[in-house]
């Protein structure tokens, strides 16, 4: 039996020293891009994109929200993921139904970057690029990053979007 948590214990502490030694080897910084057809239009998709009063209901992690906007018209908004866990965005850039910049200045995890959204209408639907660059400061994260791909955040942000569309599809009477 002692062997036997012996060797359960064995490879946890491989696993966890894996991904720390990964993180600490993997770049802080990062710049990538990917793209994804949706047959909706541009528009359809520039409201998915664009509502930030539903990232609750299409981020499983977020738990609640809160948006401000000062007398420039600069909208920021925070994550709250529950306990003492946070992400706050600000909106760069937002020429509808084109481009949509948004930048993540201040998060728990130590995660800062901006993602730059382009939306380019075809004859069956809309082309929705993103590109990413960022900062990852936390070394767990960068660890589990490196294993999961450099690209996790943006499939992250792109299974978001599908998932912003589909609520649409179920919430449209």
């Known amino acids: 039996m002692l062997r036997v948590f012996t060797g359960i214990g064995s490879i946890v502490v491989f696993f966890i020293l894996t991904i720390l030694t990964l993180g600490y080897l993997a770049p802080v910084e990062y710049e990538g891009g990917i793209s994804e057809f949706f047959i909706d239009r541009r528009p359809i998709i520039w409201q998915a994109l664009t509502h930030i009063e539903s990232i609750p209901k299409v981020k499983p992690d977020v738990d609640s929200i809160e948006i401000t906007e000062n007398n420039r ?21 937002k020429r509808e139904p084109y481009k949509y910049v948004v930048n993540l ?27 990413e660059v960022s900062k990852n400061e936390n070394v767990w994260l960068r660890g589990w990053h490196t294993i999961l791909g450099g690209d996790v955040r943006l499939k992250r942000e792109m299974k978001v979007l599908r998932v912003a569309l589909f609520r649409r599809l179920i919430d449209t009477p």
């Open 73 to 93: 018209g600069l909208i920021t908004w925070t994550e709250y993921l529950g306990g003492d866990k946070f992400r706050t965005y600000r909106i760069v850039e």
């Open 105 to 131: 200045f201040d998060s728990s995890n130590k995660i800062t970057g901006t993602w730059t959204f382009i939306l380019t209408q075809t004859q069956n639907g809309t082309v929705v690029k993103v590109e």
